[in-house]
């Protein structure tokens, strides 16, 4: 078995690597041996090389061969700088999928002019030793020019969703959000598509776009990853000098205190933020940007919080953006 995945990859690779369609001898290869891999299981695969793709015509080749076999194909986006939050992702689509493809692109159009988007962390050797480790079958890393071709005038706007919460602060954000993942999805063309939980502006808004154009893509949320004080895992946690990664942690937990007076009954949408800015207040190093309760499919503001509401907020700590979220529920 291991020697007949080995020989599956080794197919896959071919695919991927070729630089042109693949026809004769490649394509007939790449079908056969990709088909022999369906009847394994994902954990066969485990060290054996990761594909790197840089073009988008090197990655369809890949996925149109796992198609040909009936391959279930998971989409993990991600900018790099990966964390364990990434890595659930990807644990999830694994248990999914059979075949996964990481993307890692940092969007300039999510960007605004005054943002970090030369400043944003990378590492990529970093980034594909624990790609490798977490079982990827495909790293799919374009450049700018790949993504966005010369003279491109297409954007994608969810119009409402996208100006609201951190659209206010970062106008333009998610149009460059939403163009660049309906791109990938076109790219890559997944079975479903993993995003978190803790990016929940930007997951309804990819479900919203999803729906309204009628992809065939699953969009799936996976749950925030935190560190033991409640921090939510971010590439930008590293921007944190000392001091402000111990004060970090205090968004998460005002926040859970406006989930804990719901439980207790309190249903004022207006009050539970009350509650909660009042327990970032009291951190002299957070400076709050917003925090707000809104329909949790919608993101329309409510005067009166329910099972399902979503409450958001965003905070700087020194040069460190941060964002979270909690989903009301009765439990705490």
């Known amino acids: 078995m291991g020697i007949r995945i080995l020989v599956a990859r080794f197919g896959a690779l071919c695919c991927a690597l070729g630089r042109r369609k693949p026809v004769g001898f490649v394509g007939l290869?790449?079908?056969?041996?990709?088909?022999?891999?369906?009847?394994?299981?994902?954990a066969q695969a485990a060290g054996l090389p990761l594909v790197i793709s840089a073009t988008v015509a090197d990655l369809r080749r890949f996925t149109k061969a796992a198609r040909a076999a009936g391959k279930r194909i998971g989409l993990v986006p991600t900018m790099g700088a990966l964390h364990r939050g990434h890595l659930s992702l990807i644990e999830r689509a694994r248990a999914e999928c059979d075949a996964v493809v990481v993307s890692i692109y940092v969007n300039p159009l999510q960007f605004g002019p005054q943002e970090d988007y030369r400043a944003y962390p990378r590492d990529r050797k970093r980034d594909e030793e624990l790609l490798r480790a977490a079982r990827a079958d495909v790293l799919f890393v374009p450049g700018d020019e790949e993504i966005h071709r010369p003279g491109h005038r297409t954007r994608v706007e969810v119009e409402r969703m996208q100006d609201v919460l951190c659209g206010?602060?970062?106008?333009?954000?998610?149009?460059?959000?939403?163009?660049?993942?309906?791109?990938?999805?076109?790219?890559?063309?997944p079975d479903v598509a993993f995003f978190g939980e803790k990016d929940a502006q930007q997951l309804r808004i990819v479900r919203r776009m999803a729906l309204d154009l009628h992809l065939e893509a699953r969009i799936v949320s996976c749950p925030t990853v935190r560190e033991e004080d409640g921090l939510a895992l971010s590439?930008?946690?590293?921007?944190?000098?000392?001091?402000?990664?111990?004060?970090?942690?205090?968004?998460?937990?005002?926040?859970?205190?406006?989930?804990?007076?719901?439980?207790?009954?309190?249903?004022?949408?207006?009050?539970?933020?009350?509650?909660?800015?009042?327990?970032?207040?009291?951190?002299?190093?957070?400076?709050?940007?917003?925090?707000?309760?809104?329909?949790?499919?919608?993101?329309?503001?409510?005067?009166?919080?329910?099972?399902?509401?979503?409450?958001?907020?965003?905070?700087?700590?020194?040069?460190?953006?941060?964002?979270?979220?909690?989903?009301?529920?009765?439990?705490?």
């Open 29 to 42: 290869w790449a079908g056969l041996v990709v088909s022999l891999a369906i009847a394994y299981s994902p």
């Open 168 to 189: 206010r602060s970062r106008p333009g954000h998610f149009r460059g959000v939403t163009t660049v993942v309906m791109k990938l999805l076109a790219i890559v063309g």
């Open 235 to 332: 590439s930008r946690n590293a921007y944190l000098g000392p001091e402000e990664r111990r004060a970090a942690p205090v968004l998460y937990r005002a926040l859970r205190s406006a989930a804990a007076a719901f439980c207790a009954g309190e249903s004022g949408a207006g009050r539970l933020v009350d509650v909660a800015r009042g327990a970032i207040a009291a951190e002299p190093l957070a400076r709050l940007d917003y925090i707000e309760a809104v329909d949790g499919e919608t993101l329309e503001p409510v005067t009166v919080a329910r099972a399902g509401t979503l409450i958001a907020a965003a905070a700087w700590f020194g040069r460190a953006r941060l964002i979270d979220n909690v989903t009301l529920s009765m439990d705490v």
